[in-house]
Each structure stands twice: as structure tokens, then as C-alpha cells.
């Protein structure tokens, strides 16, 4: 059965995620690096050391932000 979740204030269904997943697979899904995310769940940052007991229900309303890195590395010079 997919899980819809509201992702960054958009509605989105996952066929590939049940009830009772964990953030890891949700990040996964999203085709996110891991160390590069942070994620707030129904308004609490969770941080990365509770992702994998942090369960996602029907509905949940996450805010993912994802790092990038880029830039000259003579910027500021």
C-alpha cells in the first residue's frame, strides 16, 4: 500500500514506502544523499542519529532540505 506524505508542502503518493518505514528509505526514495539532508517531521527536526526509529505515518508533513556544495575554490580570493 503506498504512503502518501506532504513533502515540502506537496502532497506526494510512495508506492514503494509502507506505514512504519523509516526517514532512511524516504531520503532513498527522494534520491538523496544521507549526509547531505535534513529533515523536520510534522514541525520537529529529527536529528540524523534517530532517523532509522523515526517511523512515517499516513500523512506526515516533512520539510527535507538538501545540501549542495559548489563554488570556485579561489571564491573570496
Same mark, same amino acid.
Given at each position: 500500500?503506498? #504512503?502518501?506524505?506532504?513533502?515540502?508542502?506537496? $502532497?506526494?503518493?510512495? $508506492?514503494? #514506502?509502507?506505514?512504519?518505514?523509516?526517514?532512511?528509505? #524516504?531520503?532513498q526514495?527522494?534520491?538523496?544523499?544521507?549526509?547531505?539532508?535534513?529533515?523536520?517531521?510534522? !514541525? $520537529?527536526?529529527?536529528?540524523?542519529?534517530?532517523?532509522?526509529?523515526?517511523?512515517?505515518?499516513e500523512?506526515?508533513?516533512?520539510?527535507?532540505?538538501?545540501?549542495?556544495? !559548489?563554488?570556485?575554490?579561489t571564491?573570496?580570493?
Open positions: 500500500m503506498a #504512503l502518501q506524505l506532504v513533502i515540502n508542502g506537496k $502532497e506526494r503518493n510512495f $508506492e514503494e #514506502l509502507e506505514t512504519g518505514a523509516g526517514l532512511p528509505a #524516504l531520503v526514495s527522494l534520491g538523496f544523499r544521507s549526509d547531505r539532508v535534513a529533515v523536520e517531521r510534522n !514541525g $520537529e527536526i529529527v536529528p540524523r542519529s534517530s532517523w532509522r526509529q523515526t517511523t512515517l505515518t500523512g506526515d508533513r516533512l520539510e527535507v532540505v538538501h545540501f549542495v556544495g !559548489g563554488g570556485s575554490a571564491a573570496g580570493a
